[in-house]
């Protein structure tokens, strides 16, 4: 799954997030990095939790780290929120969530145990889980899940920042500020 999964094209963008290209997730992946587009999901039940999961230990970036609901890439041309909304489904089972994009963050960050790169330009989607909603990880994607507070988790990603992936903290900076614009 992994090595089919590196296969796969992403598309690559410029600063401003036009697109430029194309390239296997490997070879964007593979240092110095090559900018492209990605998405980070979060997802958010009725009392405001976050729901995190943690890598599974096959993944070539950042294996057994937190991160948020789930994470990937649109193959080019694909729209970012069908996109996640199909990763929603492949990586934690949940389905049927409605994802508001509501900003981009652009990093670029080492795996120094890999020697892989994340370079991204990272648009963010939140969703509503339903109260009922059932979590299904794919074991081969992720090693766990739980649900977190936001403070929690913002006080954690100060004091454990190693256990998380290294674009938690700027995505959820990026979601946070959403929420206070709306009021």
């Known amino acids: 799954m992994t090595a089919a999964r590196e296969s796969l094209l992403v598309e690559l963008v410029d600063a401003a997030g036009r697109s430029v290209g194309s390239a296997t997730v490997a070879d964007a992946h ?27 230990a096959t993944k070539t970036r950042f294996p057994l780290r937190w991160a948020n609901a789930c ?15 199909r990763r929603l489904v492949e ?56 649900w977190i507070a ?9 004091a454990a920042s190693a256990e998380y992936v290294p674009w938690l903290t700027g995505v959820l900076a990026v979601w946070l500020s959403a929420e206070r614009a709306r009021g």
């Open 91 to 146: 990586e934690i089972g949940v389905a049927a969530v409605p994802l508001d994009e509501i900003g981009v963050y652009s990093y670029r960050a080492q795996d120094a145990a890999t020697g892989r790169v994340e370079h991204e330009y990272d648009h963010v989607l939140v969703g509503r889980a339903s109260p009922n909603a059932t979590i299904q990880p794919d074991p081969a994607e992720v090693s766990d899940v739980r």
């Open 30 to 56: 593979t240092a110095p990095g090559r900018l492209h587009r990605a998405f980070s999901v979060f997802l958010v039940d009725a009392d405001g939790r976050t729901l995190l999961q943690r890598r599974a």
């Open 150 to 158: 936001v403070d929690d988790l913002r006080a954690d990603l100060g």
């Open 71 to 85: 994470c990937g890439h649109p193959t080019p041309g694909e729209n970012v929120a069908a996109a996640a909304a």
